[in-house]
């Protein structure tokens, strides 16, 4: 793995310092900033492997900077660090288009397992590149997906996702009929499967719903299976 460089958000000196100690292990140059307007300069000033986020920050905060990152062309994993657990922010900040969330205080294992799953996400987003595919379009009873492009129409609709929303939609759709419990998805779309986050598919599955399905509670595309976990629904239509 080349070198990547992380940009880390944080007005917390002690925090900082221990996301830049533990980033080194994974051979990266790190830049931080210390308030929102630093932030939303240096994010914007450059491309970046990965931005850690705290919520919030003096200045603009976290979400201000996210929605600013994710109007542009580039796409870049967000982490985003709330000092709060609850839902609400968990929830607000993969709206706005976070990756992924750590609560603080966070353990340096599940920092360590966040940052690598998605350091792995740019390097499968440059080995696609480099590939020079073609498109790739997936179609299925009036849902649309465009890979490469990283956009989704149900019945002539576009729709706007998270990039976690999409990558877990897209999982599903590659694999029609297949059955994945909590543990599995969370290995195979978010790139680890820490104990105690297995609700994290469950909201994701529930918001991505809301967005592709014409009636959530008798979904035609991402079923349950009850008791082992959920799965996309078979069809020739499949391309």
């Known amino acids: 793995m080349s070198r990547k460089e992380v940009l880390v958000v944080e ?7 221990l996301l830049a100690l533990h980033l080194k292990d994974f051979d990266c140059d ?10 939303m300069r240096l994010g914007l000033a450059r491309d970046w492997d990965l931005v850690i986020l705290d919520l ?28 709060k657990s609850t839902e609400l922010d968990r929830v607000v900040g ?20 966040r940052v690598k799953a998605l350091l792995r996400r740019v390097e499968a987003l440059a080995g696609e590149a ?11 009873d009036g849902l649309t997906i465009e890979v490469e492009r990283r956009q989704v129409w149900v ?8 990039a976690r929303e999409f990558d877990l939609l897209l999982f599903f759709a ?18 680890y499967n820490h104990d105690g986050y297995q609700h994290t598919v469950n ?14 509670a008798q979904p035609r595309f991402i079923l349950t299976v009850w008791g082992i976990g959920y799965k996309f629904a078979e069809s020739r239509n499949l391309t």
């Open 130 to 140: 480099a590939a020079d595919r073609p498109d790739e379009k997936l179609i299925r």
């Open 203 to 216: 909201s994701h599955i529930n918001r991505l719903r809301a967005k592709v399905e014409q009636d959530p």
């Open 174 to 191: 590659r694999h029609p009929g297949r059955v994945f419990n909590r543990g599995q998805l969370l290995d195979q779309v978010w790139g």
């Open 30 to 39: 790190v830049t931080v900033a210390s308030d929102g307007h630093e932030a």
């Open 94 to 113: 993969l709206e706005t288009g976070a990756d992924d969330y750590l609560a603080k205080p966070f353990g340096i294992p599940e920092l360590q397992a």
């Open 56 to 83: 919030r920050l003096p200045g603009p905060d976290g979400l201000t900077i996210c929605r600013a990152l994710r109007r542009e062309s580039r796409y870049v994993p967000i982490l985003m660090l709330t000092a």
């Open 155 to 162: 019945d002539g609709r576009e729709v706007q996702l998270t």
């Open 11 to 17: 007005d917390e000196r002690d925090i900082a310092d």
